[in-house]
């Protein structure tokens, strides 16, 4: 069964399968894909190249990017699962080239933010859930089964291993990574390797910036940055000022002593 304006989705050529349910206000990208039984509601923006697979849904209010590709089963755009949320108007934004795998939920914002964001280049795997008012960044991956709280913040090129429990409100810094079925209660500094219940710090991520051409420079500044954060004997307001003076405040170590000074939660140590 189609809905009534099917005749308009007829006209992109075959991309969008006869079983498919398109709301009248969504707008579909000339060539993008729409598979067997997948729903598109009111709201929805599907940009050019993108595939969705068969029996999704997208349920209301999303913006999907260019070339993106939602695998079977996956729910986005839906509800937040929020007992504070009472139905206002929020949404969901997916960037560019970011793929979503089977079964993994994306949740619309809450009033608190108005709208849950993921990034452009992001893998997100099966069964993993992105909950209300979540930012996720660019380059994200998050492996099969992660699980967050609202409000989590991604930065860029992080990556969180499978089976992974992110308690809300809490940040991961860019290009850090957290090892698979970690249970995280504070936010994770940039540029660092984590693991546990809860979990631990365990040095630089090293494998994950020499993948991605950080140079030895780079890496070294970080490195002593990190020696004095968290493997001195000062406190870690102290370890900050010393880090700020002694270390060379290259873009990475800035980013990496804001992070921390800014965090609300605490940071994992």
């Not at 140079?215 to 102290?238: I, M, W």
Request: a negative charge; one cysteine or more.
């Amino acid at each position: 069964m189609n809905s009534g304006p099917w005749s308009a989705h007829q006209e992109v050529g075959g991309l969008v399968h006869p079983t498919a349910i398109i709301d009248a206000d969504a707008k579909i990208a000339p060539d993008a894909t729409v598979g067997p039984y997948t729903i598109v509601g009111p709201g929805v923006v599907v940009g050019r190249g993108t595939v969705l697979g068969p029996h999704v849904l997208v349920e209301r209010d999303t913006t999907i990017g260019e070339q993106c590709q939602i695998a079977k089963g996956a729910v986005i755009g839906s509800d937040p699962q929020d007992l504070k949320y009472e139905g206002e108007t929020s949404e969901l934004t997916v960037g560019d080239r970011t793929v979503v795998r089977e079964y993994a939920t994306l949740n619309r914002g809450t009033r608190a933010s108005g709208r849950t964001v993921v990034g452009s280049d992001c893998l997100i795997m099966a069964y993993a859930h992105v909950a209300h008012d979540c930012e996720i960044g660019n380059h994200v991956v998050l492996s099969n089964a992660v699980n967050m709280g609202g409000h989590v913040v991604i930065e860029d090129w992080a990556m969180v291993g499978g089976l992974t429990a992110i308690h809300q409100f809490v940040r991961i810094g860019a290009h850090s990574f957290c090892g698979g079925g970690s249970r995280v209660p504070q936010d994770i500094p940039p540029y660092l390797k984590v693991a546990g219940n809860p979990v631990k710090l365990y040095g630089l991520n090293k494998i994950g910036l020499e993948r991605r051409g950080v140079s030895e420079d780079v890496t070294s500044a970080l490195k002593q940055a990190y020696q004095v954060l968290f493997q001195s004997k000062l406190t870690l307001t102290r370890a900050l000022d010393v880090a700020a003076k002694e270390v060379e405040q290259i873009p990475e170590v800035r980013h990496l002593l804001a992070f921390i000074r800014s965090s609300e939660r605490g940071v994992t140590t």
